[in-house]
């Protein structure tokens, strides 16, 4: 028969159980909580990008459906925006826009950053690139390395029309604030001949076909968007989780 203080002695160590398992069920639900609030985190910050990105993307097709043909333009789905006829672009080996493509851009420029600069937008662009990118023909009068040299040539491309639209009636009629706003979110970019395109224009480093010479001489705009960098850095965290 056990006593009454035998029983009175174990009393302590089962309240102390007892208040342990409640601990432990506390914070196994508030892990649990915190795991589905992260989630819903995630998904509404690959819905805002996505709806983002939709909506643009739908605002330059409609804009530009009618000149895309004409000026031998690809919208991307990456909401990247290619002129890819050489001839209309630069004489070869050259950075001057030549008078058809200066007569284009005072056409696309305007009417592009009206879009990215509408209220619906514009907290919402990180990045506007213009992108120059070259075909493997060396540009020795830059420098002796073909790649190099490309870059240097594929930079005063894009540098160039960048500086078309600085000269523009419509980047000076705009007010201090919009040019700040400008200055901040553009960049201009030489890639020389690193992401060649194939015959679809796309990247040919990524479908492992051919990569064509005249189309992938082209010029490039593209937007990063902040959800864009929002969902980046989510990809980034769960990198890092499963490697922990």
Excluded: C
């Excluded at 240097?152 to 500086?163: A, C, D, H």
């Excluded at 201009?188 to 690193?194: D, H, I, K, M, P």
């Excluded at 015959?199 to 992938?216: C, F, G, R, W």
Aim: net charge positive; proline share 4%.
């Amino acid at each position: 028969m056990i006593s009454k203080n035998t029983d009175s002695s174990w009393k302590p160590y089962a309240d102390l159980m007892a208040a342990l398992m409640i601990i432990f069920m506390f914070i196994a639900i508030s892990y649990i909580l915190e795991i589905q609030k992260e989630k819903e985190d995630i998904k509404m910050v690959v819905e805002e990008y996505q709806n983002t990105k939709n909506e643009l993307f739908n605002s330059l097709q409609e804009e530009f459906r009618s000149d895309f043909r004409k000026w031998e333009v690809e919208l991307g789905d990456d909401l990247s925006i290619k002129f890819t006829n050489p001839n209309i672009l630069f004489a070869r080996g050259e950075s001057k826009l030549t008078p058809k493509f200066k007569q284009i851009l005072s056409d696309f420029l305007p009417r592009y950053f009206d879009i990215i600069l509408s209220e619906r937008y514009k907290e919402n662009i990180l990045e506007v690139r213009i992108e120059g990118h070259t075909d493997k023909v060396p540009a020795t009068q830059y420098d002796p390395d073909p790649y190099i040299g490309n870059v240097i040539l594929s930079q005063l491309r894009s540098t160039n029309v960048l500086k078309h639209l600085k000269k523009s009636d419509y980047y000076k009629s705009k007010s201090n604030e919009v040019k700040k706003y400008l200055r901040f979110v553009l960049t201009a970019n030489g890639l020389s001949y690193g992401r060649m395109l194939d015959s679809n224009k796309n990247l040919a480093s990524k479908t492992d076909m051919q990569p064509v010479p005249d189309i992938s001489r082209r010029v490039e705009f593209k937007i990063l968007t902040k959800t864009e960098r929002a969902v980046e850095n989510v990809i980034n965290k769960l990198k890092e989780q499963r490697n922990d």
